[in-house]
């Protein structure tokens, strides 16, 4: 087992996540974990996170860990930690790094981390403290120009430190160093397979539920339709699956939904629109947190009374909650402390005496794993590659207050950019392409008429889990295209814009 202690970075489960997909059994555990649980450890990570070793109550861990004898890595605020507590200095660098540096190993350097790696290659940053003095038995093994100890390792005791994050996508060879720490130096084995995966799953669901009766929360997206497929094969007919169509969703999304729950998953569906309800919830309200709240705490409304009407009496809610959501909602399982980005609604907003229990079997998994997962529940490809569409739905990409004249416009929109993308042929390319349609209008002309109306922004982002993200170079001509057809064809849409921020910092939604 491969242990990772979180420090409440949002990307230790992620760290986690690319550990298990080397196939190496890797366990997140909150920073507090007693060191004598650690009998069959064959390597630990430190994982990142937002505090400064030298402050006060900064996530600390006993300086015990170093000496067991098990190899350990620390990255970012790890690597930080390990220097601090082994006699090396931290201190708040000038010069901030975030996102992209160029990782120059040093000349010489032998790293066992590094085997197999060019002398110079993309890493990604996102720290604002530096270990400035090393600790005595440690080198420096890398620098960026920001930072001269990007790396370090004094490997004799098998300490190995990284300021940089292998776990992104966006670090070149992050997955082969990942690879030197697992193989090359802890020497784990290679485990886990999906079908194994299923199993407990399968088995955990069955424990926690017993004869008791479900009702699942599904959209028609890959992550509900996952759980509620997974559900179904662990409890069968101890399951009803209800959609609640809130008004908020895309163009012909109610539609297709249904049918594939019903007609292609046949599954047991109550189909309730709940659009005038929710309209009415969000009506005055602009700011886009409490947006997400009112409309997680409105979908627990429309589950709560549906659920009232089904025989036997539901005990549990399934939800397909992954576990980016619970990252970004700092609702780790771990007692880590990660920063509350935005409340997703699938795990925000819940009432605290909800009379059903919470049943999230995939919230330890990312998307990709997710997608795995539904392949071998038989999941047709269509469903499974379906783009991911947030709970809030269109409500957190109408900029400002929600109405139901935006909401169309802001479909038709919508509807052009999926249309263009997918006709294209680049919807596999991209993790995710849409509109957003912005609260102030601006002037145009048209017909040698004023027109005032609508900004929109196109945003198409690549990325393989959504943690990181950065814009897809979508052609120019295309873009001139789409924005042609946009303006052509929404007559309430005088501009269109397109999003060039990848995610740090900018999130995928933009509420
Ligand atoms: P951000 O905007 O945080 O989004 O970069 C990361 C991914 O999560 C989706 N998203 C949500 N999904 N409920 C969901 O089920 C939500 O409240 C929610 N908010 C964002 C987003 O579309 C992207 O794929």
């Known amino acids: 087992m491969l242990y990772i202690f979180d420090f409440g970075s949002q990307y230790s489960q992620l760290i986690c996540r690319r550990v298990r997909s080397l196939g190496v059994k890797a366990k997140l555990v909150p920073h507090q974990y007693p060191l004598k649980r650690l009998r069959d450890a064959k390597g630990i990570i430190l994982s990142g996170g937002p505090d ?23 990255i970012c605020y790890g690597m ?9 200095k931290v201190q708040r660098s000038q010069k901030k790094e975030y996102g992209p540096a160029v990782l120059e190993l040093a000349p010489g350097q032998k790293s066992k981390l590094f085997l197999g790696l060019p002398s110079s290659f993309s890493v990604w940053m996102s720290h604002g403290d530096q270990v400035v003095r090393l600790s005595k038995g440690f080198s420096r093994t890398a620098a960026t120009s920001t930072s001269d100890n990007a790396s370090m390792e004094d490997s004799r005791r098998n300490l190995y430190g990284i300021q940089f ?32 995966l299923i199993d407990s799953k399968i088995a955990q669901i069955r424990k926690a539920v017993g004869k008791e009766h479900v009702i699942c929360a599904t959209s028609g997206g890959v992550d509900s339709s996952v759980t509620a497929a997974l559900v179904s094969k662990a409890i069968g007919n101890q399951l009803t699956c209800i959609f609640v169509n809130p008004g908020t969703l895309r163009k012909g999304e109610a539609r297709e939904a249904r049918k594939l729950l019903q007609d292609t998953l046949h599954l047991n569906v109550k189909y309730v629109n709940a659009e005038a309800q929710f309209l009415r919830a969000l009506k005055g309200v602009s700011y886009g947190e409490t947006k997400r709240k009112i409309i997680g705490r409105e979908f627990i409304r429309v589950f709560d009374k549906s659920a009232r009407g089904i025989k036997p009496a539901p005990s549990f809610l399934a939800q397909g909650t992954i576990h980016s959501d619970v990252v970004e909602s ?49 999941l047709p490809d269509y469903a499974l590659w379906r783009q991911p569409f947030p709970g809030p739905g269109l409500a957190i990409r109408v900029v400002g207050e929600v109405t139901k004249p935006k909401l169309d416009i802001l479909r038709e929109a919508d509807t052009i950019v999926r249309e263009e993308i997918e006709n294209a042929g680049l919807a596999r390319d991209f993790y995710q392409y849409f509109a957003i349609l912005l609260n102030d209008k601006t002037v145009g002309v048209r017909g040698d008429q ?39 064809e929404v007559p309430q849409i005088t501009r269109v814009l397109y999003d060039i921020t990848p995610k740090p910092p900018g999130t995928t939604e933009w509420e």
């Open 80 to 88: 930080q930690l390990m220097a601090h507590l082994t006699g090396g």
């Open 52 to 74: 400064s070793v030298y402050e006060r109550n900064a996530a600390t861990i006993s300086k015990k860990i170093f000496p067991l004898g098990v190899p350990v890595l620390g």
């Open 165 to 196: 994050h292998p776990e992104v996508e966006h670090t070149q060879y992050g997955k082969e160093i990942l690879q030197n720490f697992a193989f090359g130096i802890c020497k784990c084995e290679r485990s886990h397979g999906v079908e194994e």
């Open 450 to 488: 004023r027109a005032y109306a609508y900004p929109v922004v196109v945003k198409a982002v690549v990325s393989s889990d959504i943690m990181t993200s950065d814009w897809a170079r979508l052609p120019h001509d295309f873009l001139s295209h789409l924005s042609w057809r946009i303006t052509s």
């Open 330 to 378: 700092a609702r780790t399982d771990t007692g880590g402390k990660t920063q509350t980005i935005k409340s997703h609604h699938n795990v925000a907003g819940l009432p605290k005496k909800l009379r059903l229990r919470l049943l999230e079997p995939l919230r330890d998994l990312f998307k990709d794993e997710v997608r795995q997962l539904g392949l071998a529940l038989g």
